[in-house]
C-alpha cells in the first residue's frame, strides 16, 4: 500500500529541548512539504523540497529545520529556537511541485 | 499577505440541502485550484480540483466552479450529508510548478440531520 507516514502521532517535548518529527513515502514522489496548522491559521508551509538533498524555506521556517537525504525521507526537526512549537505538524508530498499533495496523518506535538 | 482567502470560517446546512463553500485568491498567476476536506486530528483528504482552462469540474455530488475574471471558486456539495461535516480547505498553485500549494484558512462546514 502506497502512502505517507508520519510518526508519532502525539509527542511532548519540554520546553528548551529539540524534537525530530518522521515522515516517510512509499508513492516515489519527488516532492515533500511540512505544514503547520494552529486554530483558525489554516495550513502554514513551513519547509519544502522539490528534490533530494535540495529544500527550501517556507512562510514560517523560523525555529525549524529539515534534511532530505533520501527521496523517501524528509523529517523535521523543531528546535527550542521555535517560540511556539505546540502545534499539529502535516507531511506532505506529490510527483512535483504545485500538483495534488497527499497528506500524512499529522503529529500532534506538545511542549510542556 | 493571504493569497487565497475563505472568509466564511463556518457554514451550517440541513441534509439534503446544498452546501456551497467559497473561496477568493488574489494571485493571477494561480492556474490550479484544488479542494480538500479535514476531519480533526488526521491529515488533509483531497476532494478535486480545476485548471483554469475550465470553468466546472463535477465529480459525484461534489462540483468546483471557477470564475477566473473574479478570482474566485466555489465547492458545491448536493445533497449534503452528515459525513460531509468537516474543515474544507480551499489551495492554488501555479503551472510553472515554482510555489508549493497555498492554503486558504479553512471552512467549517456542519451538517444537520
Known amino acids: 500500500d502506497g502512502g505517507i507516514t508520519q510518526s508519532p502521532k502525539y509527542l511532548f517535548r519540554k520546553e528548551g529541548q529539540n524534537v525530530t518529527l518522521s515522515c516517510e513515502q512509499n508513492l516515489n514522489h519527488d516532492a515533500m512539504y511540512w505544514y503547520r496548522q494552529d486554530p483558525g491559521q489554516g495550513l502554514r508551509l513551513i519547509y519544502y523540497s522539490q528534490i533530494v538533498n535540495d529544500f527550501q524555506k517556507g512562510d514560517i521556517a523560523e525555529g525549524y529545520s529539515v534534511s532530505r537525504e533520501k527521496k523517501e525521507s524528509f523529517p523535521l526537526t523543531v528546535t527550542s529556537a521555535q517560540k511556539n512549537p505546540t502545534a499539529f505538524y502535516l507531511c506532505?508530498?506529490?510527483?512535483?511541485?504545485?500538483?495534488?499533495?497527499?497528506f500524512g496523518q499529522g503529529t500532534r506535538l506538545t511542549v510542556v | 499577505d493571504q493569497q487565497v482567502k475563505q472568509n466564511s470560517p463556518s457554514l451550517s446546512v440541513q441534509e439534503g440541502r446544498i452546501s456551497i463553500l467559497n473561496c477568493d485568491y488574489t494571485n493571477s498567476m494561480f492556474d490550479y485550484f484544488l479542494w480538500y476536506k479535514k476531519y480533526p486530528a488526521e491529515g488533509p483528504t483531497f476532494l478535486i480540483s480545476?485548471?483554469?482552462?475550465?470553468d466546472k469540474n463535477e465529480d459525484g455530488r461534489f462540483t468546483v466552479f471557477l470564475n477566473k475574471s473574479a478570482k474566485h471558486l466555489s465547492l458545491h456539495i448536493v445533497p449534503s450529508q452528515p459525513g460531509d461535516s468537516a474543515v474544507y480547505f480551499c489551495?492554488?498553485?501555479?503551472?510553472?510548478?515554482?510555489?508549493?500549494?497555498?492554503f486558504g484558512k479553512g471552512t467549517r462546514l456542519s451538517v444537520i440531520a
Open positions: 489551495a492554488a498553485s501555479g503551472s510553472s510548478g515554482n510555489t508549493p500549494l497555498v
Open positions: 506532505a508530498s506529490s510527483i512535483q511541485q504545485g500538483t495534488e499533495a497527499f
Open positions: 480545476i485548471s483554469s482552462i475550465k
